[in-house]
């Protein structure tokens, strides 16, 4: 059998690759091609949804071609509207720089800083005249703008959808002609937008760029994307002790899609893998995740902490500390000096729920008095020690 060519790499594991044949012209041309991602930094951190398209990118790389790594710190202003169902909200352009600042150091824990191009669409975008905005606004129609999905769906519904994010795709496609983008990549939902880009080429008599559509990555509940906006997400920047948790607490029919689109195993791997127990198939997903990000002996630690409180009940040896005043406090008062919740309604619902122990014994009234020694578990990861 025949090594697989550069074609075969890059079609691999992704969902849709349009103008492969002009994208094996570019490869034979034998010139570095230019690789775009864009990403808007709407929150601080950087998910495993993008990690499926950065896996990709860093194989682009390993290929010797360009990484362009496009933080979209114009297009944030807008909010991108795909696959989404209301209008998103609205950043400060302080929010939008502390978010782009922490996305460099998060990248480069897959990507090959000697190989990645930096750009941000504000370069462009703060120079352009609203003249000049118009005249991009009438090479795309509204017709053309109503064959989005979402879109269309919205309008259906009779859903606000503001003009500003008609021109979403507009300007995401404007990145590309800036950028001599030779190829996009972005998750199936960016198809449009992706698309747009290419119009926009061939408008100017540029090459047009090929486009590779990855899968979206299924977030914690197993149902919707991954998405900071559902708040079902991991995040490059969690602690190796969150990573490995969220990891263990994802449905087992999702683990299949997890172990081909985070760590590219084959087909044939994945159901060698899937012939051991799924919970052994999990915890060695989550060590080999976590491994990735902050090396073996943490992932190891990581494990085995797990399996120490999880799998024999007992404690684990790193947990977080609640210092009292002399006196001691109620569980309630205790919880809230954690930090760990969102506030005292989220605790009250955990005692509703019965999910709240004391020296393992469970806890409903959130006046029990705390004093220090006693060990505080709320759900089934968080620990508390109280001093």
């Not at 709407?42 to 896996?55: E, I, K, S, W, Y």
Request: aromatic residues 8%.
């Amino acid at each position: 059998m025949n090594p697989p060519g550069p074609i075969d790499v890059i079609i691999s594991g992704t969902q849709e690759l349009i103008d492969r044949e002009g994208l094996e012209r570019k490869l034979a041309s034998g010139r570095h091609l230019r690789i775009k991602l864009g990403v808007d930094p709407t929150r601080p951190d950087l998910t495993f949804g993008h990690l499926v398209v950065f896996n990709k990118l860093r194989q682009f790389q390993e290929l010797g071609h360009t990484a362009i790594f496009l933080i979209g710190d114009f297009t944030t202003t807008i909010g991108d509207p795909s696959g989404r169902s209301d209008t998103r909200p609205v950043l400060t352009a302080d929010e939008i720089t502390e978010n782009a600042k922490t996305y460099l150091d998060q990248a480069f824990k897959i990507l090959d800083p000697k190989l990645t191009e930096v750009r941000y669409n504000s370069e462009w975008y703060r120079l352009m005249s609203l003249a000049d905005l118009l005249q991009l606004a009438r090479e795309i129609t509204v017709a053309q703008l109503m064959e989005r999905d979402d879109f269309a769906k919205r309008y259906r519904e009779k859903m606000p959808i503001s003009l500003v994010e008609f021109l979403y795709p507009l300007i995401q496609g404007y990145d590309s002609v800036m950028l001599q983008a030779d190829l996009e990549m972005g998750g199936s939902d960016q198809l449009f937008n992706m698309l747009v880009a290419r119009t926009l080429q061939k408008n100017r008599a540029m090459e047009e760029q090929a486009v590779l559509c990855m899968p979206l990555l299924v977030g914690l509940d197993g149902v919707r994307k991954m998405s900071k906006s559902y708040g079902n997400y991991i995040a490059f920047n969690d602690s190796a002790k969150d990573m490995f948790g969220k990891i263990m607490s994802i449905p087992d029919k999702i683990m299949p899609n997890y172990y081909q689109l985070l760590l590219c195993e084959p087909e044939e791997a994945i159901v060698r893998i899937f012939q051991t127990h799924p919970m052994e198939a999990k915890k060695d997903l989550a060590w080999r995740l976590v491994a990735r990000f902050y090396g073996n002996d943490i992932a190891e630690r990581k494990r085995e902490e797990f399996e120490r409180v999880f799998s024999r009940n007992e404690l684990p040896t790193e947990m977080t500390e609640i210092v009292l005043s002399v006196g001691g406090a109620s569980l309630l008062e205790a919880l809230a000096l954690s930090g760990a919740f969102r506030g005292k309604n989220e605790i009250r619902r955990l005692l509703e729920q019965g999910a709240i122990r004391v020296d393992n014994k469970r806890i409903l009234d959130g006046e029990y008095i705390i004093s220090s020694g006693m060990i505080i578990q709320a759900g089934k990861k968080q620990f508390f020690s109280v001093k």
